[in-house]
């Protein structure tokens, strides 16, 4: 998984049915390129300038309730920023 | 998922049956190297300069109404470019 | 997908036997790092120099007729590149 | 897999139920960019300074006792650094 | 799947039971960045020198006996470098 900050919010009307009910966050790296932003559907409310865990790929269905074309989701909001060696 | 600008449009004459009905779609990357185009398929519509949210690997096929050797789909057409901070 | 030309073959005597029956064709992706070639299976007969339409990971064993350990696949010639914009 | 060696440990409080009962770690790649650390589930014990392997993607799946939205995590301790052309 | 050289040998002797009875072997990619070296299960023998290809994520499944958190293996070893154009 990848350790990512919220930056804001991804509004789309017109989408795939299986989209609907979750909410989709722009979320930077925080470690590597900064600038490859990508995009998460979020359930646990993470607001922006949270620390976030994402995982990825076909590893998102396990947290769905139903299976949908989504390939990346924040699955947890990281209490503080890791301490290296600790 | 991946935000992306939709460049033009791919047309394969011989190609799986699989993919027939489906039509393919150039996409840039909106974040990080945006020379890395890549080919999505696509269900809702979308035009060429229209900013949309893209998913990617097995994840596709729970947007499809049968398996399909597709690793890239467009899920939705984003409203407006993404405003960072809300 | 990512959209690429056919530059040569790989020819391979020991092999798993799930691999048996499938040409293996050397790929050179049109965007982004030309230098990264990737090895695609082949079922459609494409030759060297013709621009193919490669799906990769786990969505490859949707266009096989057995799951077969194979991570990149050609699943369509383009009939002509691309014109931006189109 | 990815040779990685381990950096810290991530902590989430608010998190999916499904992460419950798994340590998170940090691990920086061994080989390529080591600024891209990525966070691997462990059980195993791994500790801080150790070599570990990290398989990724939905491959996690089958080193679990339930499915979890985790996209990679650590499946072996690396005895030693290995040596080249040995 | 991409093509590499292997380069050695990784031991690991506290690991997941799945991963008991493979060999791990580091490979060295033959296109791209050669510094980012991957460790790729393998059944087939190979040794070090030997020009190998290489499958990865979920697709590696298809080719085990079982099911194990592996995302590399080594399904071919290639019998001679590829020739550009033929």
């Known amino acids: 998984m990848i350790l990512?900050?919220?930056?804001?919010t991804v509004y789309s009307t017109r989408k795939m049915e299986h989209l609907v009910g979750y909410k989709f966050l722009l979320?930077?790296?925080?470690?590597?390129?900064?600038?490859?932003?990508?995009?998460?559907?979020?359930?646990l409310g993470a607001g922006v300038g949270e620390l976030v865990l994402v995982t990825t790929d076909e590893t998102v269905q396990h947290g769905l309730d139903h299976p949908s074309p989504i390939d990346a989701f924040i699955v947890g909001i990281v209490d503080n920023p890791p301490v290296m060696g600790k």
Chains 1, 2, 3, 4, 5 share one sequence.
């Open 4 to 8: 990512g900050t919220v930056k804001g």
């Open 27 to 43: 979320v930077e790296p925080m470690y590597g390129n900064k600038k490859e932003l990508i995009v998460a559907g979020d359930t």
